[in-house]
Each structure stands twice: as structure tokens, then as C-alpha cells.
């Protein structure tokens, strides 16, 4: 069974650091790229970064470029977002998504997600 | 950045109805689109990708249809279990955006 398990997320002040770790089991994690998506209380989604099987590939959002790292580690099945520079408007609940097996099959696993609030 | 619209953004319907959600993308995006299904407090489900394949597992009466710029999602007889959020996204190019939702609540 396919399983995502986000953690890390929590209360950060402005201006502040933290880094999200998604652990991945179930599948051959090395064999598909990854993704993070965020949702805003009350609000939809918005994806974040995406990064290829092998790291080769790496894709931001403007709102998020130069402040966020996505990286993974194909021997610990995981997936991070280092996130720096923490604003307002990062606070959301954060999910790491499976890409599907072909191109632009959607994101086809998920996991619960962990909020991230960013407030003084 | 490619735009996705999607109309309506709420829906009223009752168990039973035919129901149908329209994406409209801002420039072609060939069949590169998925739709997914969100309840509250939980994570986005995949039901449709590539605008008409269906995800396995998910119920037959859930269908997707279009290319270009323009798609939909149909739900053919609304079950209790579909009241929720319903996004739309696009795939062909990055970033990977996706439309503002469309929420279904029982009339």
C-alpha cells in the first residue's frame, strides 16, 4: 500500500525556518518524481515545487523561488521542503503528492498533510 | 502561467442529479488535465487524469471529457459520498496550476 506521511510543520514566526520531511513507502520511491502542494485555511490549492526521480529536474512556484528547497534522499524513501524566509502568507496545510507513472498523469497519491503557521 | 477557470464555483444539488463542472483552460493544453475530489480536512483525490481516464478504484459514474481548453467532470447520479470540493488541474506545462474548485452541497 502506498503511503506519504508529511511531518515538521508548526507554529514559526515571520521571517523564520522550517523544513518539512515527507516519508514515502509502498512504492519505489526512486522511480517517480514528487511533488508539494499547499492549501491556505478556507482556500484551494496551490502547488509548490516538484523535483524528478533523480533530483535532475526541479520546479518552483514564483511565490515560493529562492526561499524554498525541495530536495529527496532516494536510500531514506523521503522528500523534503526546506522552507526559509517564512511570510504570512505560507501558512497552509502542505502535502506531498506522488506524480502518476506517465506524463501528466496527475498527482496519484497523497498524504494527510501538516500544517505550517507562520505568525507572531 | 496557464489559468484554469472553473464554473460553477458552487453547485446545489440532490442525490441523485446529474452533475456537471466545466474547466476552461487559458491556452490548449492538449489532454493534459486531472481532476480531483476533496473532502473537508482531508487530502485531494485523484479521479480523472489525462481529461477522460479514470483513476482505478474510483466509481464508474464519475466521467471526464474534453481537449483543448475546454473540459468536464460528470457525476452521473449524485451519491451522498460526492458532496465535496472538486479541482481541476492542468499538466502540460509548469506550473502544474489548478482551478479555483467548484463546491458541491446537497439541496
Known amino acids: 500500500e502506498v503511503q506519504l506521511v508529511e511531518s515538521g510543520g508548526g507554529l514559526v514566526k515571520p521571517g523564520g525556518s522550517l523544513r518539512l520531511s515527507c516519508a514515502a513507502s509502498?512504492?519505489?520511491?526512486?522511480?517517480?518524481?514528487m511533488n508539494w502542494v499547499r492549501q491556505a485555511p478556507g482556500k484551494g490549492l496551490e502547488w509548490v515545487s516538484s523535483i524528478s526521480s533523480s533530483s535532475s529536474y526541479i520546479y518552483y512556484a514564483d511565490s515560493v523561488k529562492g526561499r524554498f528547497t525541495i530536495s529527496r534522499d532516494n536510500a531514506k524513501n523521503s522528500l523534503y521542503l526546506q522552507m526559509n524566509s517564512l511570510r504570512a502568507e505560507d501558512t497552509a496545510v502542505y502535502y506531498c503528492a506522488r506524480d502518476g507513472p506517465g506524463y501528466g498523469d496527475g498527482f496519484d497519491y497523497w498524504g494527510q498533510g501538516t500544517l505550517v503557521t507562520v505568525s507572531s | 502561467d496557464i489559468q484554469l477557470t472553473q464554473s460553477p464555483s458552487f453547485l446545489s444539488a440532490s442525490v441523485g442529479d446529474r452533475v456537471t463542472i466545466t474547466c476552461r483552460a487559458s491556452q490548449g493544453i492538449s489532454s493534459y488535465l486531472a481532476w480531483y475530489q476533496q473532502k473537508p480536512g482531508k487530502a485531494p483525490k485523484l479521479l480523472i487524469y489525462?481529461?477522460?481516464t479514470l483513476q482505478s478504484g474510483v466509481p464508474s459514474r464519475f466521467s471526464g471529457s474534453g481537449s483543448g481548453t475546454e473540459f468536464t467532470l460528470t457525476i452521473s447520479s449524485l451519491q451522498p459520498e460526492d458532496f465535496a470540493t472538486y479541482y481541476c488541474q492542468q499538466l502540460n506545462s509548469y506550473p502544474p496550476t489548478f482551478g479555483q474548485g467548484t463546491k458541491v452541497e446537497i439541496k
Open positions: 489525462a481529461a477522460s
Open positions: 509502498g512504492f519505489t520511491f526512486s522511480s517517480y518524481s
